[in-house]
């Protein structure tokens, strides 16, 4: 069974191990909820690493739609643990939470806690006054005075009942629990101590078979633990077959710890170092965060470092991502700045490619995309362009030259790839995706460059080059620069296998469905499910949220409502599973672009609102862009047009940004000319603006239709927005003409959604008494409103449905 399990995590790493963890995690809390409701009890959450915390967060969500529940034990004032977490819950789960205070006791409590802590023996009653005066209503604070008696001899046990002897008028009850606490252990014997000592250096946590190597000269260790667990000091556990010590409160191990002078505490910490790597040899692996922490006590530097970037490694291995950025950036700062300045030192280079992993799987894309660049340039001799402009000459060059390759691919592919050329592909493929989630524009631009370099080797002898060569479809995809040539790149990455490979597979099958959905190709793929299963199974989420957002935008472009809904179910089922950011905002901008197509403006509305607020917090510029682009829409379908006019302002102070990107500025341009032709027919001809708009207007219905060309799915609709356009100035030939484009267009491609609503306009059009013209194609206005009325109704389309009602009852009227 261990071999199954091992080959089905064979090749997955970092971020997508690190989300599939989370993934099934999940998936058995919502399970066992199913069952009945489950309560989880996290105790000592001020201790929690960051992997943990990002981990609980994720968790904490699942309360609010299965029933289960949380309850969190956790001191306040540890400001990056407790803290945090307190302010995260009211910030993300308000109305969901709440905080209970565990106040100090009251002094009649206090006095009760000491008369059971006691079996109802009495103390005097200035010693009891005392006490609870003393301790302030701290209970851990009354339990070590009360043992503190016990370890004096002032309360005895006869015949299991406590006794109060004669010393208890001499007593001296310390003013505070650190000073009870450091009593206690004085008051042990030399040996004892020693090992209290030496176990406080191990943690508050330490292991039977190294504190027994590490303790070597200290003799009957069983019974000395014996009684430090007796008095309470410690407690005995098992953990993994092997015999586990805790101390009993984190305070009595810091304290003793502290105790303990400096040169005393760097021996001891070397030599528990050296104890667990003897006694542990086997499952070392499981040690070296620990290792890490000793040898630095010890200020052993060579060791430090060695052990941190294995606690590094083994992190990113069980997916703790912020774990590992930690110590991998630890090991750095150690290393000597001479040794950093040294290009041909490999240890110092792998380090820092780990550093830059560690950033990109923990979701820092702005810091990985950074320092990967500034390995590139260091390392392997490849740097890109620094500025804007920069970036653009070098892109727009690189793509002409792209053309020669894809279409003489035997002039290309002829250097032999080494070790090193496999290390830097490796970052390369991480440094894409981060610069892909921060700037899909800079990611054009620079993959462009990266893929002329590319050509120059033999891609094929390396699948992750092959798959990273794929990437370069998406250059001339979403630029619309040439769909001929981004499918000759996909079809040379399958003759390579790509398709074949478990690892690429995904990647292959998003940048396919892109193709096909820019192209105008919207059939539903027979293997759909398989490759959103083996998204989930393989962690590949970036992907397979790309695959399934483009696998829906095709069914609504085909009016298909049930098979949209279904991208949408599993999209969702995609970003819950590995709770990632970029599938929800992908879902966010799904769910609008099908409401708003099929006109469910309520819904809409909710959604706009809500999807809005989440990629502002989350920094999906392009997810902002596209929800604001459409919400100017919906504000001029409701005749909102004030409320259009400000949201199209703050449209157009981030467009440069993706004017290079088709998909995203012709949902700019759509927002700005059904605006332009609102304002304009609200104005009298005689206007003064009227001619000046009338041009503008023009020239972005112009430039819509130009860039729709270069995306399939928009143009039909540029099409019949421009019929609409000739039609308010009365020019009859040209409406023909572009109502004629828009049913071939709309036909062609079976865009059902838009197809439907031109043949409805032209309906209308051939229906005016004042047209001469009667018949488009053979068809009169009368067949044409009945084909526009049979898709409404196959499509539910309510909106245009109530739109054509309130027409024919007007033309018959």
Sequence with gaps: ???????????????????????????????????????????????????????????????????????????????????????????????????????????????????????????????????????????????????????????????????????????????????????????????????????????????????????????????????????????????????????????????????????????????????????????????????????????????????????????????????????????????????????????????????????????????????????????????????????????????????????????????????????????????????????????????????????????????KAVSIFADGTSLFMWTGLSYTTSQKILDLVKKAGIENDPNSFVEYRFLQKMQQYNTGKWETDKDYQNVFQTALQMGKFWPGTIYLTYSGLANIEKGDWLGYSKTHKDLDELANSFDNSHARAQNYRLQAYACHKFGKIDKLIEILDEGLDYVKTTGHSAMHHVLLCIKVQVFVKMAELNKAENVLSEIEHQVEKHNKIPIYYIQYLLAKVKLDFERIRMKSKKDKTFKSMIKVLNKTSDELISQSKKMIPNLTEAYLIKAKVFLFLNNNQKVLKYFGLTIATGEKFNARLELSRAYFETGKFLSDPKTKQKQLNGLSGKDYLEKAKVMFEEMDLQWDLGEYKKFVGTFTG
């Design 1 to 463: 069974m261990q071999g199954i399990f091992k080959e089905r995590v064979q090749g997955i790493e970092g971020e997508a191990l690190e989300k599939l963890i989370l993934k099934n995690l999940r998936d058995l809390i919502i399970s066992a909820a199913k069952d009945k409701p489950r309560i989880y009890l996290v105790e000592d959450m001020h201790w929690a690493d960051s992997s943990s915390i990002t981990m609980f967060e994720s968790l904490y969500k699942l309360s609010r739609n299965h029933p289960v529940m949380f309850i969190n034990v956790l001191r306040p004032g540890y400001k990056e643990t407790g803290d945090y977490i307190l302010k995260w819950l009211v910030d993300n789960l308000p109305g969901d939470n709440i905080t209970i205070n565990v106040s100090p006791l009251a002094d009649g409590e206090s006095g009760e806690l000491i008369n059971n802590l006691l079996k109802k023996v009495s103390l005097p009653e200035k010693v009891a006054s005392t006490i609870i005066r003393k301790t302030e209503g701290n209970p851990f604070f009354i339990e070590e005075v009360i043992r503190s008696f016990l370890d004096e001899g002032i309360i005895e046990i006869k015949e299991k009942e406590f006794i109060v002897t004669d010393k208890i008028n001499d007593v001296n009850i310390p003013e505070t629990i650190n000073d009870v606490i450091l009593s206690r252990v004085d008051k042990l014997d030399e040996k004892t101590r020693e090992l209290l000592n030496t176990a406080s250096v191990m943690g508050r946590n330490f292991y039977y078979k190294v504190l027994e190597e590490a303790t070597d000269t200290i003799e009957e260790l069983d019974e000395r633990l014996a009684y430090l667990t007796e008095v309470q000091l410690i407690t005995e556990t098992k953990k993994k077959e092997e015999i586990e010590y805790l101390f009993k409160h984190a305070l009595a191990q810091q304290l003793t710890y502290d105790s303990i002078i400096q040169q005393s505490r760097k021996g001891l910490h070397l030599k528990i170092a050296a104890s667990i790597e003897k006694v542990f040899a086997e499952n070392i692996n499981e040690f070296y965060g620990t290792l890490a922490y000793h040898y630095t006590k010890a200020e052993n530097k060579e060791k430090t470092i060695q052990y941190l970037i294995l606690a590094g490694d083994e992190s990113l291995k069980s997916g703790a991502s912020s774990e590992a950025l930690n110590f991998y950036k630890e090991a750095l700062e150690l290393i000597p700045a001479n040794r950093k300045n040294d290009k041909k030192d490999t240890e110092v280079r792998d380090l820092e490619i780990k550093v830059a992993f560690a950033y990109e799987a923990v979701g820092m894309n702005k810091e990985a995309v950074a320092y990967f660049e500034i390995l590139f340039e260091k390392y392997f001799n490849f740097k890109f362009a620094k500025t804007e402009k920069g970036i653009l000459f070098s892109g727009i060059m690189s793509m002409l030259f792209l053309l020669v390759v894809v279409n003489r691919p035997s002039l290309f592919f002829r250097k032999h790839i080494d070790d090193d050329f496999e290390l830097a592909i490796r970052c390369l493929d991480q440094w894409g995706h981060a610069l892909a989630t921060l700037n899909p524009k800079q990611f054009v631009l620079k993959t462009a460059s990266l893929e002329k370099k590319l050509s120059k080797y033999n891609i094929f002898e390396c699948k």
